[in-house]
């Protein structure tokens, strides 16, 4: 049996907030735009993370700064690593 490994679809908002924390928040889409519910995302080295919710949206708070790398897994897809710039403003990145 072979299994098809699809690489994530990310939208990235991050957003800083009070008190030095800064909210990462998203959607998690295969490259065809399907929702994968459920996919763990979190910041690599911590315990700050989220899983996608019923539309492939997440959110989570973080006290890290400057450059951090994020990582996305689903089961029958390869994990996707982004390394992102929390720059204290609102800051988007999209890919394919």
Known sequence: MKFLLLPF????VFIETLGGQTIIS?????RKGDILIGASISIRGSYDGATAD????????????DSV????S???YETELRKVL???????STSD
Not at 9 to 12: P, R, T
Not at 86 to 92: H, K, L, M, S, V
């Open 74 to 76: 689903y089961i029958g």
């Open 54 to 65: 019923t539309m492939g949206q997440f959110s989570f708070r973080t006290r890290k700064k």
């Open 86 to 92: 929390i720059a204290g403003q609102r800051w988007r």
């Open 26 to 30: 998203g959607k998690v889409t295969d």
């Open 9 to 12: 679809v990310f939208l990235f």
């Open 69 to 72: 790398v994020v990582a996305a």
